[in-house]
């Protein structure tokens, strides 16, 4: 691999790591969703403080009405369409149960379920929308045109989608690879972190399977087409983010698994209420209002927000501490991991790679900063991954870097320039060293194999046509990467595993320092994907932390997927279900205890909504329960469960949660 690039074309923007392709977002009020649920949010923000004040009914009422309209009429219609179909939907129970606390006077109350369960959907809306405006954004990382080769050398611009196998394709330096194929001729380095997530690009020639979108580096490369546009790695990806997206298990909230039921039973009880009485000869508004203080005490909304505040809590308290949890849904789900499948590069690793070895050679009277300042200068006017660690690592230790002159650069060997008088080369030791000859050629081929065994890239600096040392650069480990590793093993009882596109060598020596003994190297994105079935397919609930376009199919077909924040690709972040963003590795295991210590609160606030209701539905059917004690009691149980579920917003619960993940 060679150590450095020259610089790149001034129309060239270098791109982020993982390739991320331009925004395409949807705005959040082109959604129809988004539009009502912020009408009836504002039409209930004017409305309450006139209400709380006093105000006559004719200020607020009509303010009340436009709120009751605005969020009320899709969820309502949508639960109409579901009781043709024969079935009954909660929302629609909801919508009924706010008309009917307007109805007796608890017009408020009806106004602020209707504002929660619009906003509700919005957010759902636009959080779909943002997940299909990544997956359409990925393709504008393959070129629209490529450079298709004549029999006569005759070049000529064409659409990437018009190639067809065999074409072959010139790809100038700078330009992404416009199909997937294979080099016939010339030698570059490619940055394929988008399909592989390697930190540091790959050396091409000859032979070696380039894929289209990847970025080519300085060298010119001569490819022949082996897939349709519409076969290509980046166009399976798509798919495969669309369908995982599309045939992940329907999610629901532990009390919505048996919404069907509670709902019916519900509908049945109150007409029951209502019409036995009258067939005993009670009067119509006593019966009426029986059976309307029935529905208001038996109604699910004390239930579903006994549910909510522990969720919400828990969701709040991990975005306080730099974990974005998109859903409730979501923050439960995180508590019922069993399995935990980590990618490497950007979230193991910081992707970046760094200097760890300056290795000056016996006898070549170079010190180990002399040795880094010349290989510093030497590189400075490249723009290689390589090159600009070795020039951070200098920096880094003070070093004053003089000035180089003759800079050349050999795509698949490395650079030559002259620093202080001396020619200096830095490149690869296979490449690099060929010429020379003795003791030296020897100790730095010893060396060289020393550092790749170890998972280290290799670079010799010659001075003078003579081996000086050599400097061993990785990608560096995150500092909590082994910690994290041995929590989540505690907390979940199995090991994490380990699926990237990285080589194996490297997978491994990375795998050894942070304990993990399932290593799966060299896998590309639909390889992932098949990992992570295959893991779930043994009954596992499956979390997937990631960061790269790569990893975005696998995210969307984990029953979890966590994705790094910082470097993390737009498709990445917006298919995860939650996001780290301040890649704080070990902060993954402490919502994973969290989540786990909101489901405990809501079962606990469940039992205690149980106990209410059936204690208010008794009163009501056996004795004569007043309507306003009624509405008391039942507003009472859902301000009890709620305070209890807003203990989870205290820092104390985020210590507790970190201390249980780390066993």
Not at 294 to 320: D, E, H, K, Q, W
Not at 566 to 589: N, Y
Request: glycine residues 10%; charged residues 20%; aromatic residues 4%.
């Amino acid at each position: 691999m060679t150590s450095a690039l020259a610089p790149a074309p001034a129309d060239r923007a270098a791109p982020p790591r993982g390739g991320d392709p331009a925004r395409r977002r949807t705005p959040l009020l082109s959604l129809p969703e988004a539009r009502w649920a912020a009408t009836a949010t504002v039409c209930f923000l004017l409305a309450l403080p006139l209400h709380l004040t006093g105000a006559p009914a004719w200020l607020w009422g009509p303010l009340y009405a436009l709120t009751y309209a605005a969020g009320g009429w899709e969820p309502g219609w949508a639960g109409l369409c579901a009781l043709r179909e024969k079935s009954l939907d909660v929302d629609l129970l909801m919508v009924v149960a706010a008309l009917g606390a307007a109805a007796i006077g608890q017009v408020m109350d009806g106004a602020l379920l209707i504002v929660i369960f619009t906003t509700s959907g919005a957010l759902e809306a636009l959080a779909t929308a943002r997940t299909a405006d990544s997956v359409r954004g990925l393709l504008d990382l393959a070129p629209a045109t490529a450079t298709r080769l004549g029999a006569d050398e005759a070049e000529e611009t064409v659409a990437a989608a018009d190639l067809a196998v065999g074409d072959i394709i010139l790809v100038r330096p700078g330009e992404r690879v416009g199909a997937d194929g294979r080099v016939l001729h010339g030698r570059s380095d490619v940055d394929q972190a988008t399909i592989t997530g390697e930190p540091l690009p790959v050396t091409k020639e000859q032979g070696d399977e380039v894929f289209a979108g990847t970025l080519n580096g300085t060298g010119a490369l001569r490819v022949r087409v082996e897939r349709d546009a519409s076969d290509t790695v980046i166009a399976r990806i798509v798919r495969m983010v669309e369908e995982a997206s599309g045939t992940k298990a329907p999610t629901q909230l532990f009390i919505e698994k048996v919404e069907q039921r509670y709902s019916l039973g519900m509908v049945a009880a109150t007409l029951a209420v209502f019409l036995v009485p009258l067939a005993f000869g009670d009067d119509l508004t006593g019966a009426l209002l029986r059976a309307m203080t029935f529905m208001i005490v038996a109604s699910p909304c004390a239930v579903v927000l006994a549910t909510m505040p522990p969720l919400l809590s828990a969701i709040a308290n991990a975005g306080r501490h730099g974990v974005l949890v998109k859903s409730a849904v979501v923050m439960e789900r995180l508590g019922q991991v069993d399995a935990v499948a980590f990618d490497k590069t950007g979230t193991l690793t910081e992707g970046t790679p760094r200097v760890t070895d300056v290795r000056p050679l016996t006898g070549s009277g170079v010190d180990a900063d002399e040795l880094l300042r010349l290989a510093a200068a030497a590189e400075r006017p490249s723009e290689h991954p390589l090159a600009r660690a070795v020039v951070d690592a200098a920096r880094e230790r003070g070093t004053a870097l003089p000035a180089a002159d003759g800079f050349s650069s050999t795509p698949g060997v490395g650079v030559t320039a002259t620093v202080d008088g001396r020619t200096v080369a830095v490149g690869a030791p296979a490449r690099s060293a060929t010429a020379a000859t003795g003791a030296r050629a020897a100790q730095a081929a010893v060396v060289a194999a020393e550092l790749e065994e170890g998972g280290r890239t290799a670079v010799l600096v010659t001075v003078d046509g003579s081996p000086a040392g050599l400097l061993g650069i990785a990608d560096r480990l995150r500092p909590d990467a082994a910690r994290t590793v041995g929590a989540l093993t505690s907390l979940i009882g199995n090991a994490p595993a380990l699926l990237t596109g990285d080589n194996p060598r490297a997978a491994a020596r990375l795998a050894a320092e942070v304990g993990i003994e399932e290593v799966r190297a060299g896998l590309l994105p639909e390889d992932k994907v098949r990992a992570v079935r295959e893991l779930e397919a043994t009954g596992r609930k499956v979390m997937v932390v990631g960061d790269g376009v790569n990893d975005a199919p696998a995210l969307a077909a984990a029953h979890t997927g966590v994705a790094m924040g910082r470097a993390g690709s737009d498709l990445a972040l917006e298919t995860a279900d939650a996001v780290v963003v301040r890649d704080e590795l070990a902060t993954v295991p402490t919502v994973i205890s969290l989540s786990r210590r909101a489901r405990t609160l809501v079962v606990q606030n469940l039992v205690v909504a149980g106990v209410f209701i059936a204690g208010l539905v008794v009163w009501d059917l056996a004795g004569d329960l007043p309507l306003p004690l009624g509405v008391a009691g039942h507003e009472g149980s859902t301000v009890l469960v709620g305070l209890n579920g807003l203990r989870l917003l205290r820092e104390g619960a985020w210590r507790r949660a970190r201390t249980d993940a780390s066993g």
